[in-house]
């Protein structure tokens, strides 16, 4: 199993419930690296609310906001973003709906949310600074996400029914959804970050958990989902490992990876 990259969802997949890393993760990650294996984090968090875990793992490359932005360290290699003109008629689109709450929008100028956060709310800590912005007023910016708090799915996909260049992905066990250019998935970050270093597709392994993880699941030589997955992408995957909760990725990894690296190695010896 000729392995060079490994891409790995972050929240339920490679985090715990606590939104926590394991030494024991950490640890199987920097092994791998050490091996020469490449390392990236797909996530549709922005990079500024998983510093906490780059800083941790220090991964090879990072495919932030869903797939909309993908950095070498400082260099982008893509990048997929809506308009300022299509943000603001989405927002507008939004602000005149029942049913939504929270509205939050990731842009190169910062985060941006329609009403005030509690900065000691620990499920707001991670994404701040939060900057509280009249969305009735537009912004000056394009977007990479924005990030919907709706109570009802007809809600969602009808904001985006007149947008025919965004789309809409639902988060799993929550009443939020992701609105992105169509260009924006993991996918294609993973598609990009392959052709610029020269690795076959088939030689990077994927794991996640969600419905936007599918497509990445599907495309890489081997895809693995955690046990804690959704079924739609248990279904499209190769491989079920263990929970997050119970480190699943890095026990798929040192089981797979780098004990049979191992063996292969100590063989090659005798």
């Known amino acids: ?15 715990r419930s606590d939104k926590t890393i394991s030494d024991y993760t950490a640890s199987v990650l920097l092994a791998c690296q050490q091996r020469g294996i490449s390392v990236v984090f797909a996530t549709a968090r922005s990079e500024n609310s998983c510093k906490r875990f780059t800083d941790l793992i220090k991964p090879n490359a990072i495919i932030s ?7 070498i360290g400082d260099k982008t290699i ?5 308009s300022m003109e299509t943000v603001n008629e989405l927002l507008l689109s939004c602000l005149n709906r029942r049913n939504v709450g929270y509205i939050t929008v990731d842009t190169d100028k910062g985060y941006f949310v329609n009403k005030p956060v509690d900065e000691n709310d620990p499920g707001w800590i991670e994404y701040l600074p939060a900057s509280y912005v009249d969305f009735s007023q537009g912004l000056d910016c ?3 996400k924005i990030t919907i708090e709706i109570s009802d799915d007809t809600t969602a996909y009808n904001v985006v ?25 993991k996918w294609q970050g993973v598609s990009a970050l392959a052709s610029i270093t020269d690795i076959d597709l088939k030689n990077i392994i994927a794991f996640g958990d969600d419905y936007n993880d ?16 959704v079924d739609e992408a248990k279904a499209v995957a190769n491989c079920i490992c263990d929970t997050s909760d119970n480190d699943g990725v890095a026990k798929w990894l040192e089981e797979r990876i780098l004990i049979m690296r191992k063996k292969e190695s100590v063989a090659l010896r005798n």
């Open 1 to 15: 199993m000729d392995i060079k990259m490994i891409v790995t969802d972050l929240d339920r997949t490679l985090l």
């Open 65 to 71: 906001n869903g797939g909309a932005l993908v950095r």
């Open 78 to 82: 893509y990048r997929s973003a809506m």
């Open 142 to 144: 394009d977007a990479y």
């Open 161 to 185: 029914s007149g947008f025919p260049n965004v789309e809409v992905i639902p988060f799993s066990g929550e009443s939020w959804y992701r609105f992105a250019s169509k260009g924006a998935d």
């Open 214 to 229: 599918i497509e990445m699941l599907r495309g890489c030589g081997i895809g693995v989902a955690v046990s804690n997955a």
